[in-house]
């Protein structure tokens, strides 16, 4: 046998491999590299408590001092709204702990000292990333995810060139497609692996082969990209917001295992003590009926404002209703009491609530809210925010944030207060939504196409600091088995990354993103295009999958003209053209794919030009394709150009006999007309040389 036909067989025939073929035994199993002997069995195969999660960070903090620094709560001073607030603001009303959080930059011991938040490593130029998980206490991959993060980062830090997998390669596979050919998989890897009798390409089981979260797949990530991010970034990680509710839920609410005790409930908000009244509540103690605010209901912006699915319809109570408390014995999205205090002084009470718009036309604005932000936990968040200003322009220093949660597989960006309303920032989210969605093969939407909520994390921080604000819901239930705690916190592993990286200007990103994703996009060329013997005239356009153009003819069409010799049978050629008017015909959504200009599969949309059957001569066209949100027009072909398509007479012929007819009429008359009908008769490209060289003999 000749080596090629043995190579052959090889690429045709590459199952039978399973992990271990490939990758080292830790890997194959999940053991993590930086695991400690003693915890190897245990790390991310079981869930971390308060007290461990607390443990690990001040252990992770002791080993990196270079680039962590642990905190918990803020040390308080006089905040951005002129309260004078002190470090037990920030205590969870129950259980008396402060959020852990750690400061994640390199040199953080250096930098500036910021006394209110109580942290180091403050840099007027590196760009700051806020990223949040547990608000809810049962969510419970929502901070082991934010945990993983926080070891890979200890781990790769100046590890550079590190093989995670073991395969004698390094950083051949990093998050999301690096190499954009439409597979996740950069080096094949997993794709490689048997299929049969073990499918080992699906090897966290969720029934997709080689996706986000199996072996092989987006594993070998760069430790000098992590290294540069720390260099430049300053990361706030707070793995654990809700402490309070955390320890309610594993201890009290739900006995260990949570997913047999709770399969699909759980304890989600915090533990306000909301009293003996309106509700029963003899001991005055937490309980399932009405105690604690739901945290993502609690931030101000838009806070209480009633929008049906997830919120009381009377904001500020603890259950929709006199009638249907009865009824509703839990309710899990209690917003937060209203706000009683005059904020601004000046006699009136919540005249200005926080909506970026000045109610009360006083010429300031949000200075009297109504409700929100009056728990420990999200005062938290918001002092935070507010109080760390590197710059000192009395704006937010979070330009990007993320918020984990569970369950769903989604991403959400904003709003969420408002159905069928829109950010001006709408195609930028949806954008850098697509790209987390990617690297997780999770669904991108905006947050209230899910159900509209009031008050949440992301609308807060979009809404008053214009922060890119992402939530993740993450993974398929609660309280998650432990048997997928690894390969679903691999899956989330790179959304805090990325967040991380466009946290310098997300905008910009997300537009010259676009950009260069319009620019893989076509319009057919007149070469491409078949003209029927009757009938209106197919255009195709080939638009990349997930690029969110708009199918609304105002901003997305094809514009026509047609060009005809008024005097085509006169005596020596047509001296007379008649131009029509542009017009407009609409894009219509096809099934059928398309090779975009960089190889990637897109998607054709039509336009059929209503050109009628009698027109000879040339059709002029050019397409517009807007986006979604309507922020962007793109042209093809650009600049103003249009392309040029010569059409023969249809009526009473065959495509070819007309064309053929027309040869013989017009070279009859004008040599200048050959090219043109000979053009409409050939369409390849030999054919066409052929022409062009007949047309050089002619002359
Ligand atoms: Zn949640």
């Given at each position: 046998m000749s080596p090629l036909v043995a190579s052959t067989i090889a690429q045709d025939e590459p199952s039978g491999l399973a992990p271990t073929d490939i990758w080292s035994e830790d890997y194959?199993?999940?053991?993590?590299?930086?695991?400690?002997?003693?915890?190897?069995?245990?790390?991310?195969?079981?869930?971390?408590?308060?007290?461990?999660?607390?443990?690990?960070?001040?252990?992770?903090?002791?080993?990196?001092?270079?680039?962590?620094?642990?905190?918990?709560?803020?040390?308080?001073?006089?905040?951005?709204?002129?309260?004078?607030?002190?470090?037990?603001?920030?205590?969870?009303?129950?259980?008396?702990?402060?959020?852990?959080?750690?400061?994640?930059?390199?040199?953080?011991?250096?930098?500036?000292?910021?006394?209110?938040?109580?942290?180091?490593?403050?840099?007027?130029?590196?760009?700051?990333?806020?990223?949040?998980?547990?608000?809810?206490?049962?969510?419970?991959?929502?901070?082991?995810?934010?945990?993983?993060?926080?070891e890979v980062i200890a781990f790769s830090y100046n590890n550079i060139g590190y093989d995670n997998d073991g395969d004698g390669l390094v950083d051949e596979d990093p998050w999301g497609d690096s190499n954009n050919d439409g597979i996740l998989d950069d080096d094949g890897d997993c794709l490689a692996l048997a299929t049969t009798p073990t499918n080992y390409q699906d090897s966290n089981g969720d029934g997709t082969n080689c996706g986000p979260g199996d072996l092989g797949v987006d594993e070998d990530y760069s430790e000098q990209f992590i290294t540069d991010l720390i260099n430049t970034r300053e990361i706030y990680l707070?793995?654990?917001?809700?402490?309070?509710?955390?320890?309610?839920?594993?201890?009290?609410?739900?006995?260990?295992?949570?997913?047999?005790?709770?399969?699909?409930?759980?304890?989600?908000?915090?533990?306000?003590?909301n009293g003996p009244d309106p509700l029963p509540d003899f001991n005055e103690q937490v309980d399932e009926d009405c105690d604690g605010v739901d945290l993502n209901r609690n931030y101000q912006y838009e806070w209480g404002a009633p929008l049906g699915a997830t919120v009381p319809l009377i904001p500020g109570t603890c259950t929709p209703s006199e009638d249907e408390r009865a009824g509703i014995t839990n309710n899990d999205v209690y917003t937060g009491p209203f706000d009683t205090q005059d904020n601004d002084g000046d006699g009136f009470l919540n005249e200005d609530n926080v909506d970026g718009e000045d109610d009360d036309n006083d010429g300031r604005t949000d200075e009297d809210w109504a409700g929100g932000n009056s728990e420990p936990e999200t005062r938290f968040i918001q002092d935070l925010t507010e109080m760390n200003d590197d710059v000192g322009n009395g704006a937010s220093e979070f330009k990007s944030t993320l918020t984990h949660h569970s369950y769903s597989e989604l991403i959400l960006y904003p709003w969420g207060h408002c159905t069928g309303c829109e950010t001006t920032d709408h195609d930028q989210l949806v954008y850098h939504g697509d790209k987390l969605a990617e690297m997780t093969d999770y669904t991108n939407m905006q947050s209230s196409d899910l159900y509209p909520t009031t008050g949440d994390f992301c609308d807060w921080h979009y809404g008053v600091h214009g922060s890119y604000c992402y939530t993740s819901e993450i993974g398929t239930a609660f309280h998650q088995h432990e048997d997928d705690i690894d390969h679903i916190a691999v899956r989330n592993l790179?959304?805090?990354?990325?967040?991380?990286?466009?946290?310098?200007?997300?905008?910009?990103?997300?537009?010259?993103?676009?950009?260069?994703?319009?620019?893989?996009?076509?319009?057919?060329?007149?070469?491409?295009?078949?003209?029927?013997?009757?009938?209106?005239?197919?255009?195709?356009?080939?638009?990349?999958?997930?690029?969110?153009?708009?199918l609304d003819q105002s901003v997305s069409h094809v514009m026509y003209r047609t060009v005809q010799p008024t005097r085509l049978q006169s005596d020596y050629g047509p001296k007379e053209w008649s131009t029509t008017e542009w017009s407009m015909a609409p894009f219509e959504e096809t099934s059928s794919i398309c090779d975009l200009l960089n190889g990637e599969n897109g998607t054709v949309i039509r336009s059929n030009l209503p050109v009628p059957d009698t027109v000879s001569g040339q059709v002029h066209y050019k397409a517009m394709l807007g986006t979604l949100g309507g922020g962007d027009l793109y042209l093809y072909p650009a600049n103003g150009e249009y392309y040029v398509l010569e059409v023969d007479y249809r009526a009473d012929y065959g495509t070819l006999f007309g064309a053929l007819f027309m040869f013989f009429l017009v070279t009859s008359f004008v040599w200048g007309g050959l090219a043109i009908c000979l053009r409409m008769m050939l369409v390849d490209e030999n054919e066409k040389e052929f022409a062009e060289a007949l047309l050089e003999d002619g002359n």
């Open positions: 194959s199993n999940e053991i993590f590299p930086w695991a400690p002997e003693s915890d190897r069995d245990r790390q991310f195969k079981e869930y971390h408590t308060y007290e461990t999660t607390k443990a690990l960070m001040l252990q992770l903090e002791q080993e990196n001092p270079d680039i962590f620094e642990f905190h918990e709560g803020l040390l308080g001073g006089v905040n951005a709204r002129g309260e004078t607030v002190t470090a037990d603001t920030y205590e969870g009303w129950y259980y008396g702990y402060s959020s852990p959080w750690m400061k994640i930059t390199g040199d953080v011991q250096d930098g500036e000292y910021n006394e209110f938040v109580g942290d180091n490593g403050n840099y007027a130029d590196r760009h700051d990333v806020m990223i949040v998980g547990n608000h809810h206490a049962r969510e419970w991959m929502s901070y082991t995810v934010a945990l993983m993060q926080l707070i793995p654990m917001l809700n402490v309070d509710g955390n320890i309610y839920d594993r201890e009290v609410f739900c006995p260990a295992p949570a997913w047999e005790s709770c399969p699909s409930g759980g304890w989600r908000k915090n533990l306000r003590n790179g959304t805090g990354f990325y967040m991380a990286e466009i946290a310098d200007n997300p905008r910009e990103r997300a537009d010259l993103g676009i950009a260069n994703i319009s620019q893989n996009q076509f319009i057919q060329m007149p070469d491409m295009v078949n003209v029927p013997s009757t009938g209106s005239i197919p255009v195709d356009m080939c638009v990349a999958n997930g690029f969110a153009y708009s």
